[in-house]
């Protein structure tokens, strides 16, 4: 780190340690009567700790028929090692749709158990439809199953034909197959099942960190049981707007990829990059082209992985695009991949992701939380073809793919309304967002900042990528969140951390 980073560091946390103020209700959180029985047990899951514990959770399938018929979440905690620091709960709270709670615990229990010395039994679930949950399946062919067939890409130079049939196909096989379990896998259902689980761990309030996904999931307990949260975290928000929802979350992906590639196109310039023979242009204003019109020769011309039967194609490259984004860690893979790609003697090697088809339950899961929760427009598909060619002009990087069809234009009308955010609650949220998001863009972040009103403040990370907190943040906004969390002190207005 160079020295004017390291004063640009230190003065921001300065800044920050100035203006912190304390939020309400410091003290630790009360017991609650108890709710249903957890009978708790080591973790068998791959991975998991000694420390980590597993439980599962009765709920109703149908909250309004409490005594009806029950399913299982599976939940799981790692208590606090320091009882005489305890102070509360704290719920981790995946994205998604889709995320595990108990997974993500497994990889983030040992960093919050150092950050947070102990003021925290660490608790997580995994929503109804995920892992160890109860889950659904539409009975969907492999071919439809792949991520960029759900992701519904359009085809070269913009046809759509293919996904508006697929689109139709998946939403006629869920209607069949996927039963009342997947028509209940809507985030109102999740939020209930938090508060749930809450009353079975005998807590009268929680703490909670939600990252992408989850910070809707987090903002909509917040507003449905604005006394039940004690210090909030949302970390990676996107656009609550109750209109759009998962819709738009979809279309701000076209801005979030182009605010966040010009961080790949100056590491991939970068002169450093020829060590390792990954540099892909001399200039840093290469790069997109290069990556756009590789993508569109793969369009003509897919090119045989070491995957059989599966290519690399132009969508192909696109969606390992939009994964590498997330995170810094991975332009070395994404560029080596486009290397490959450039090469006619190579064999490409598809990411993980990419070279099989998701599970039959995953894919459920993905379409079905989407679809459920808010609906979609009746929208004619000569009004689909248009955007995806007005969004395909304007960000080529994402080629159309937020604004298509999907299988939610073709589904069953929920018969719930989503929750709109308010600022109607106490004051004790912190937002932590990346200036550089692809996946939840600073402008939806802004939109949620602007819905909770004085029941947030905002910190501004000047670091690419999605998902900051003990992740691709840095020592600035690590430290808010943790001083937030351990001490209920936050900044007394919206700040910035640097990179």
């Known amino acids: 780190m160079t020295t004017y980073r390291k004063r640009a560091l230190l003065l921001a946390t300065a800044t920050l340690a100035a203006g912190l103020t304390a939020t309400a209700a410091p003290a630790v959180a009360g017991a609650a009567p108890a ?3 957890l009978d708790w047990h080591r973790c068998t899951h791959q991975g998991a700790p000694t420390v980590q514990e597993c439980a599962e959770l009765p709920v109703p399938l149908d909250y309004d028929d409490p005594d009806g018929r029950q399913i299982t979440i599976a939940v799981s905690r790692i208590r606090s090692d320091r009882p005489e620091a305890r102070r509360g709960t704290l719920v981790v709270i995946p994205g998604g749709p889709g995320g595990s709670g108990v997974q993500r615990l497994t990889q983030k229990g040992d960093a919050l158990r150092r950050e947070l010395a102990g003021a925290y039994d660490l608790v997580a679930f995994d929503p109804r439809g995920v892992g160890a949950s109860t889950t659904a399946s539409c009975n969907l062919a492999p071919e439809d199953r792949y991520l960029t067939s759900l992701r519904s890409w359009p085809g070269p130079n913009g046809e759509i034909t293919e996904n508006v049939e697929r689109s139709r196909r998946i939403a006629e096989a869920c209607a069949l197959g996927g039963g009342p379990e997947l028509r209940s896998f809507t985030t109102a259902n999740q939020v209930r ?8 761990l005998g807590e009268r ?8 996904y989850g910070t809707y999931v987090g903002a909509v307990y917040a507003q449905k049981y604005p006394r039940r949260t004690d210090r909030w975290v949302l970390d ?12 738009g979350w979809l279309a701000n992906m076209s801005q979030g990829a182009t605010d966040r590639f010009p961080d790949f196109a100056a590491w991939a310039a970068h002169p450093d990059r020829d060590a390792d023979g990954l540099r892909l242009a001399a200039d840093p204003q290469d790069v997109e082209p290069l990556v756009v019109a590789l993508a569109a020769r793969l369009d003509r011309e897919p090119r045989t992985s070491t995957t059989p039967g599966v290519p690399l194609t132009g969508n192909g490259l696109r969606q390992a695009l939009q994964n590498a984004l997330y995170s810094d860690s991975a332009f070395a893979s994404f560029a080596g991949l486009v290397k ?5 003697a190579g064999t490409p090697v598809l990411p993980r992701e990419l ?5 039959n339950e995953d894919a459920a899961l993905m379409v079905g939380v989407i679809c459920n929760d808010v609906a979609w427009p009746d929208t ?24 298509n069809v999907l299988p939610c234009s073709f589904w069953t009308t929920p018969t719930q309304k989503p929750t709109r955010i ?3 609650g106490p004051s004790n949220i912190l937002m932590l967002q990346s200036r550089r998001d692809p996946a939840t863009p600073l402008s939806g972040g802004l939109r949620m900042r602007e819905a909770l009103g004085d029941r947030a403040r905002l910190v501004t990370v000047e670091q690419g990528g999605h998902g900051l907190y003990l992740g691709n943040g840095n020592a600035c906004g690590n430290r808010v969140v943790t001083e937030f969390l351990t001490s209920g002190r936050r900044p007394s207005r919206d700040t910035e951390c640097p990179n």
């Open 422 to 424: 308010t600022d109607d």
């Open 355 to 359: 070279a099989e088809p998701i599970r």
């Open 236 to 247: 990676s928000s996107g656009d609550p707007d109750p209109k759009r929802v998962a819709r």
């Open 205 to 212: 309030k929680l703490s909670a960190w939600g990252t992408s």
């Open 193 to 200: 099942d938090m508060d749930r689980f809450r009353e079975a």
């Open 380 to 403: 004619s598909m000569a009004a689909y073809r248009r955007a995806v060619e007005e969004d395909r002009t304007r960000h080529p990087l994402t080629a159309g793919m937020p604004v």
């Open 340 to 344: 490959v790609a450039q090469d006619p």
């Open 35 to 37: 709710g249903p029985r």
